[in-house]
């Protein structure tokens, strides 16, 4: 072979073989962008199911929040049978906490002397009436009857005068202007006394008088006579428990320490009751509460309406001072605590064959008709509820009866 052939095959060869490699680089290069667009695809097939997972959780986060949530319901006898008692309840899962035969120190129940002095005080007041004797003088701490009728520059002004109709005032409560009451002092029923005053320099009830000095003539009606604590009072108004002040302080003492025995009781049960509560009921709490929430919001908003404050609270939330999945979460928390504390009551009244009596029941529907608007405990809470408001009660007061007081 010629030099010149030889050169022609090899550069043949080359060519072939330089062909060959632009096609296995072609191959190559076709093989590493499936392999990208596989990848690719991959990545964005994930990138899609994580998209659609986080639209998918926030859908269904709606759907669980909307189907959660609790709708106030103010049925209070629904889920409970005819005697107050829980349907469906389960007493076995409700936890012993050691109610029979409890131990309460002494000084945790103690009635002390100067909580009696205030009972009595208390009760002093309720029968104070109001007195025209000329011989009474007005002393700081009094409350009198009055009339008044105020002028500046010798004119009466708007608001200024009781229009005859007597009003209440206590001396040196400072409802009044400064120094007003203070110049009512050493008066006495029937007396006229003149009151010089000046209005403050900023006054908010009326920004006309805001400065000025004005003059009250003011009629002193009566005084406020509280009576004294004898025996004689006592045998008047409290003959059925005492005849004397010290049998009257010792009747108050026994009822104080008895009633501080069932508190100490209903108490010990909020802190320690555990028990396993069926569904329904726990959600029956949640609607009772959120119920009561919602009434507490209108009794809210007219109160601040009376005063002339427009920041009460609107919703549920905003009383509670939470967002809606915290006030949820707080009303399981509630209907949970509460679920526990009736079914602890509930379990021991079963155990112990407590029975709930006419008289009982009546108890409970007169305590609880006089919080009600139409008079009728039974049919703004059903029976039901008020059997398992006398159920506790029956029971309550058998553990704090059994109780050991230890001194």
């Known amino acids: 072979m010629s ?13 072939i073989s330089k062909s060959k490699q632009k096609r296995e680089q072609r191959k190559a290069d076709v093989k590493a962008q499936k392999r ?38 103010g049925n209070y006898s629904a889920y409970l049978t005819d005697d107050g008692r829980v ?23 103690e009635y002390k002397d100067e909580t009696i002095e205030t009972d009595i005080n208390n009760q002093l007041a309720n029968y104070a009436e109001f007195s025209t004797k000329k011989t009474l003088e007005v002393k700081d701490g009094d409350t009198i009857n009055l009339d008044y009728v105020g002028s500046i520059d010798g004119v009466p002004f708007d608001g200024g005068n009781t229009n005859g109709q007597g009003t209440e005032l206590t001396i040196g409560s400072g409802k009044y202007i400064d120094n007003f009451e203070e110049q009512l002092i050493g008066a006495h029923p029937g007396d006229s006394v003149t009151v010089n005053v000046n209005f403050p320099e900023v006054y908010e009830n009326n920004p006309d008088l805001a400065g000025k000095a004005a003059v009250f003539e003011c009629v002193v009606n009566s005084i406020k006579v509280i009576p004294e604590f004898t025996d004689a009072f006592v045998q ?19 009822e104080g320490e008895k009633q ?54 609107k919703t549920v939330e905003e009383y509670r001072q939470t967002d809606k999945r915290g006030y949820e979460k707080d009303l399981r928390s509630k209907a949970k605590d509460q679920a526990a504390f009736d079914l ?41 509820f008020l059997r398992q408001v006398a159920l506790q009660h ?5 553990i704090a009866e059994h109780a050991t007081i230890v001194k």
């Open 394 to 398: 029956v029971t309550l007061d058998y």
């Open 36 to 73: 990208k667009q596989n990848f690719e695809s991959i990545i964005g097939w994930i990138i899609g199911i994580a998209i659609a997972a986080g639209v998918i959780t926030i859908i269904c986060l709606g759907i669980w929040e909307s189907a959660t949530k609790t709708v106030s319901d």
């Open 260 to 313: 501080n025995v069932r508190d100490y009781v209903s108490k010990y049960i909020k802190e320690n009751a555990s028990a396993s509560a069926p569904g329904a009921y726990l959600k029956h709490l949640r609607q009772l509460i959120k119920y009561a929430d919602e009434q507490q919001i209108v009794y809210l908003q007219q109160l601040y309406a009376y005063y002339g404050l427009t920041n009460a609270p």
């Open 236 to 254: 008047e108004h409290f003959s059925e428990v005492a005849s004397t002040t010290e049998e009257l302080r010792a009747y108050l003492k026994s």
């Open 87 to 109: 349907k469906g309840a389960n007493l076995k899962k409700v936890k012993d906490i050691g109610l029979d035969g409890i131990s309460i120190n002494y000084s945790d129940i």
């Open 344 to 384: 602890t009551f509930e379990e021991f009244f079963v155990r112990k064959g407590l029975t709930v009596t006419d008289a009982d029941y009546s108890e409970v529907l007169v305590i609880y008709s006089q919080d009600t608007g139409n008079g009728n405990a039974a049919e703004t809470y059903g029976e039901p």
């Open 3 to 15: 030099d010149e052939t030889k050169n022609v095959a090899e550069t043949g060869s080359e060519e």
